[in-house]
T-cell receptor, first 115, second 114 residues
Framework: DTEVTQTPKHLVMGMTNKKSLKCEQH?????MYWYKQKAKKPPELMFV???????INESVPSRFSPECPNSSLLNLHLHALQPEDSALYLC??????????????FGPGTRLTVL | QQQVKQSPQSLIVQKGGISIINCAYE??????FPWYQQFPGKGPALLIA?????SEKKEGRFTISFNKSAKQFSLHIMDSQPGDSATYFC?????????????FGTGTRLKVLA
C-alpha cells in the first residue's frame, strides 16, 4: 500500500461545530504532517508528528488540535473555526530515515468549508 | 533566507514543447530539492527530487537541473502534453537537520495547449 488516505473528502461545518479530519497510511512511515492550502498558494505546514510525538507546531491557533493515536493514523480535531479557515487540508507522511531524502507523500486532501 | 523563489508564476506551452520552471534559494544548508505536481482539487504528487551531489536527474520526460554554485534548480518537462497541465511546486529541505520541513516555492501554473 503506497498511499495516504484522508476522510472525509469534503466537509461543511458551522462556526460552533466540532469535527475531525482523519488521515491514514500503511507505508510504515513514522513522520506525519498536516498542511493547510489556500487556493493558488503552496501548502502551509501546520503540524509534524515524528514517532507519534508532536515535533513541530507552526503556531497554529488552538481551534486546531492534532492527535496521533498510532503510527498509521493522524487526526485533526476542529472546533470553533472561522470562515477564513476554509481551505484544502492535506495530510502527508514520510520515512524520517530515508536514504534519499525526506520524500513526503501527500493524501488527496479534505476540502473544508466553514460557514 | 528560508525562502524559495519560483518563476514563472504561469506558463503556456504548445503540445510537444519544453516547459521550464525555475527555483532559487538562499539557504546553503538545504540538501534535498523535490518537485511536486498538483491537479485541481487533488493533493500534490511527488514528481522527481534531487540531492546537491548531482547536477542533473532525469525520470522519463522530467529532468531536474541543479546548479549548486548559483543556488538554483529547474524542472524541464520535455514533449509537454495537455495532461501535464497542472500546478508545479518546487521545495527545499534540510534533511540533515531532521526537521522534516519543506520550504515550498509559490507555484507555477502550467497550461499545455493541444
Amino acid at each position: 500500500d503506497t498511499e495516504v488516505t484522508q476522510t472525509p473528502k469534503h466537509l461543511v461545518m458551522g462556526m460552533t461545530n466540532k469535527k475531525s479530519l482523519k488521515c491514514e497510511q500503511h507505508m510504515g512511515h513514522r513522520a506525519m504532517y498536516w498542511y493547510k492550502q489556500k487556493a493558488k498558494k503552496p501548502p502551509e505546514l501546520m503540524f509534524v508528528y515524528s514517532y507519534e510525538k508532536l515535533s513541530i507546531n507552526e503556531s497554529v491557533p488552538s481551534r486546531f488540535s492534532p492527535e496521533c493515536p498510532n503510527s498509521s493514523l493522524l487526526n485533526l480535531h476542529l472546533h470553533a473555526l472561522q470562515p477564513e479557515d476554509s481551505a484544502l487540508y492535506l495530510c502527508a507522511s514520510s520515512h524520517p530515515l530515508s536514504g534519499i531524502g525526506n520524500e513526503q507523500f501527500f493524501g488527496p486532501g479534505t476540502r473544508l468549508t466553514v460557514l | 533566507q528560508q525562502q524559495v523563489k519560483q518563476s514563472p508564476q504561469s506558463l503556456i506551452v504548445q503540445k510537444g514543447g519544453i516547459s521550464i520552471i525555475n527555483c532559487a534559494y538562499e539557504n546553503t544548508a538545504f540538501d534535498y530539492f523535490p518537485w511536486y505536481q498538483q491537479f485541481p482539487g487533488k493533493g500534490p504528487a511527488l514528481l522527481i527530487a534531487i540531492r546537491p551531489d548531482v547536477s542533473e536527474k532525469k525520470e522519463g520526460r522530467f529532468t531536474i537541473s541543479f546548479n549548486k554554485s548559483a543556488k538554483q534548480f529547474s524542472l524541464h518537462i520535455m514533449d509537454s502534453q495537455p495532461g501535464d497541465s497542472a500546478t508545479y511546486f518546487c521545495a527545499a529541505s534540510e534533511v540533515g537537520s531532521g526537521t522534516y520541513k519543506y520550504i515550498f516555492g509559490t507555484g507555477t501554473r502550467l497550461k499545455v495547449l493541444a
